[in-house]
C-alpha cells in the first residue's frame, strides 16, 4: 500500500504515471468498485490525509466538526454591557460591541437589549453572553432563572464552556455580574475586554499630564502609538529608536515622542479589588504591576500571559525594545502583609544589576542606604486592579514612574 509522501513523489516526479495508476485503481474492480489513490492510502511519516469535512475551499475551517478542538481559539473584542435594574427584572443593553479578528477583519455587532424579568429583589445574577457564528447574532447562556432563563445564580464552569463552545466567541471574560435592587431602581455595567493593572500605575494623559491611572476618567485620552507610527505596535511595525533607552523624565518623554503618538480615548475605568498582581522589570529600569492573566504582546507579535514570560522576553517600549530583568509575584504574606511593600516616601525599586538593592526617594532618585541605616516603616500599596479600555486605539504607554511600556486591552483565552 502506498503511503502519502510515496504518492506525492510519484505525482510530481511522472504525473502521467500518477494518473495512469489512479485511473487503473478506479477500474480494478468494475466500474464504481475500484478503490482510490486519494481514499485508500496510508498516512506517511511526515504527510497524513485530512478529512474533507474540515475543509471550506480547500482550507481548513475552524468552525467544522472535522477539526480536532481542545477549547476555543477566540479573536479579541471591544466594548461593555450596561444594565437598568429594579427589584424584579435586569435590561442589559449594549452599543458599539466589535470583534477583532486574527485575520485582520472586524465584526460590528448590532446594538441591541434584553430584559429579564422575574427575579428576586437585591440578588447578584451572573450573566454569559457570546457571539453565534452560525445565527450572526449575540445570544446568552440559557438555564438560569428569570425569562428568558439567562440570569445565572452561580459562576459554573459548566456555563463558562458552553459560552465558549465551537462556533461561538465569548464576549466577556467569564461572567459579567448584575444585581436587583431592594428597593428603586439601580445600573452599572460589565463584560467587554479590559486591561488589569494595578493601582498606582501612571499614565501618560492628554488632558492633566502623568497621572495615577485610577485617577483617570472615561472621556480623557492616553497616549499610545499613532496608527501609521515606526516606533511600536502591531507585528511588522519598525522601530526608530535605539533600543534599551533609559527612562527620561515624563516632561522629555512626551517631546520626544509626539512625532509618531497620538491619543486614545478611555471608554471604560473600573476599579476593583485584587490580591495577586505579576512586577515585571524591564531593562529601562522600569516596572509594570499586572494580573497575572494580562496580556502582553512580545516583540515578536506572539501574545503572553504575565504569569508565563520568561527572564530575557522582549517586549515593546515607548523608546525601543524592553526584555525583562526580574520577575515577581507580590501578594499579602501569610500574616496578611503585603510583599513588595511601599516603604514611608520612598519605595523599594530593584536594580538590573544583581544584589544591588536602591531605593527611590519622592524625587524619584536612586540612592543606596548607608549600612546599618533604619528603613522607612512600610506602607501598604493599594490592593486594587484598574481594568480600562480605550478607542480607537486599544494600546497605551503604562509603568511605575513614567508612561514607558506599550501596554493594550486586547484578551485572549490561551
Excluded at 30 to 49: C, K
Excluded at 387 to 403: M, W
Aim: aromatic share 6%; proline share 6%.
Amino acid at each position: 500500500m502506498l503511503n502519502i509522501q510515496q504518492i506525492e513523489t510519484l505525482r510530481k516526479a511522472n504525473p502521467q504515471l500518477y494518473e495512469a495508476l489512479k485511473r487503473l485503481a478506479g477500474a480494478s474492480l468494475g466500474p464504481n468498485q475500484g478503490w482510490s489513490l486519494d481514499d485508500q492510502i496510508t498516512d506517511g511519516e511526515n504527510f497524513a490525509r485530512v478529512a474533507a469535512t474540515a475543509l471550506t475551499s480547500n482550507q481548513i475551517d475552524p468552525t467544522k466538526s472535522g477539526v480536532l478542538m481542545r477549547g476555543s481559539v477566540p479573536p479579541t473584542w471591544s466594548g461593555a454591557f450596561t444594565y437598568i435594574s429594579t427589584t424584579s427584572s435586569l435590561a442589559w443593553s449594549w452599543s458599539g460591541l466589535a470583534i477583532y479578528r486574527a485575520d485582520g477583519t472586524t465584526t460590528p455587532i448590532p446594538n441591541g437589549s434584553v430584559a429579564v424579568t422575574g427575579l428576586a429583589a437585591a440578588t447578584t445574577y451572573y450573566f454569559y453572553p457570546y457571539w453565534d457564528e452560525a445565527a450572526g447574532a449575540l445570544a446568552w447562556v440559557p438555564s438560569g432563572a428569570g425569562s428568558p432563563s439567562y440570569a445565572q445564580s452561580a459562576k459554573t464552569n459548566s456555563a463558562a464552556q458552553q459560552q465558549a463552545l465551537q462556533g461561538r466567541i465569548p464576549l466577556s471574560q467569564g461572567a459579567i455580574a448584575a444585581a436587583t435592587t431592594s428597593s428603586g431602581t439601580g445600573g452599572g455595567s460589565g463584560g467587554g475586554s479590559g486591561s488589569c493593572l494595578r493601582a498606582g500605575t501612571v499614565v501618560l494623559t492628554k488632558e492633566r499630564g502623568t497621572v495615577a491611572i485610577e485617577t483617570c476618567k472615561v472621556g480623557e485620552h492616553l497616549r499610545c502609538p499613532s496608527a501609521g507610527g515606526g516606533r511600536t505596535g502591531p507585528p511588522g511595525r519598525r522601530m526608530d529608536r535605539a533600543p534599551e533607552a533609559p527612562v527620561r523624565g515624563a516632561r522629555e518623554m512626551g517631546e520626544l515622542g509626539e512625532q509618531n503618538e497620538g491619543w486614545t480615548r478611555i471608554v471604560r475605568l473600573e476599579v476593583r479589588d485584587a490580591e495577586t498582581f505579576i512586577r515585571l522589570h524591564f531593562s529601562n529600569a522600569e516596572s509594570l504591576d499586572v494580573t497575572p492573566h494580562h496580556i502582553f504582546t512580545l516583540a515578536d507579535g506572539s501574545p503572553m500571559r504575565a504569569e508565563r514570560l520568561c527572564l530575557s522576553d522582549i517586549l515593546v517600549g515607548r523608546f525601543g525594545r524592553l526584555t525583562l530583568t526580574k520577575i515577581e509575584v507580590i501578594a499579602p504574606d501569610a500574616h496578611g502583609s503585603p510583599v513588595g511593600a511601599r516603604h514611608g516616601s520612598a519605595r523599594l525599586a530593584t536594580s538590573v544589576v544583581p544584589g544591588a538593592d536602591a531605593w527611590r526617594d519622592a524625587g524619584n532618585q536612586l540612592s543606596t542606604p548607608a549600612e546599618g541605616a533604619l528603613l522607612p516603616a512600610p506602607v501598604e500599596e493599594p490592593w486594587q486592579k484598574v481594568t480600562i479600555s480605550c478607542e480607537p486605539s486599544h494600546q497605551f504607554f503604562a509603568g511605575r514612574h513614567a508612561a514607558s511600556i506599550l501596554t493594550h486591552n486586547y484578551t485572549f483565552s490561551s
